[in-house]
């Protein structure tokens, strides 16, 4: 049995410490996925709240059809769109999925070195949200796309955009960076 099946046991049984270790566990990726849609810290506690309320008391309808931090993040992201649905009364997400995705550049090497790393986050943060939650979710949680999908609400076509602009729009910044240290 897996730690992640043992510790949805441990919740579907209601133990306390099983949920402490939940939110060890996945509270900083929820924190994340949170801090691309919003600044104001009190919403984002409010929100992260309201995330891990909903898996408290919906843990026992998980239907084990994917892992459970996909279907966490899912609770993540649908509270994210329900927040912005009623706040402004429309459809959160209009998706261009006609764009071809053609690219040559390669994160995953400037994924290796702290210094990148840290300066790759503070690149992300520039990025519009939906980019910056694929990104963080591909590149430093290593979801596929079908679990992106699945987390996030966003076709497979879509997710492929947001990586490649994303991709090139740090690219860019990079090259930027790197012909200011010359």
Known sequence: MTGEKKLLKRLINGEEKAYEELIDDYGGL?????????????KIDDLFQDIFIKIYK?????????KLSVWIYRIA????????????NKDVYELDEDYQIETN?????????????????KYIEQLPSNWQTVINLYYFNSF?????SKITGFPMGTIKTYLYRAKKRLSELLKDHEKELL
């Open 58 to 66: 919906n843990i026992e309808s998980f239907r084990e059809e994917s």
């Open 105 to 121: 550049h390669d994160l995953n090497k400037n994924l290796q070195n702290e210094d990148s790393k840290k300066l790759l986050e």
């Open 144 to 148: 596929s796309y079908k679990e992106i």
């Open 30 to 42: 929820i924190y994340k996925v949170l801090n691309s849609y919003f600044k104001d810290k009190n």
């Open 77 to 88: 992201m649908n509270t994210v769109k329900n927040y912005f649905r009623l706040k402004y």
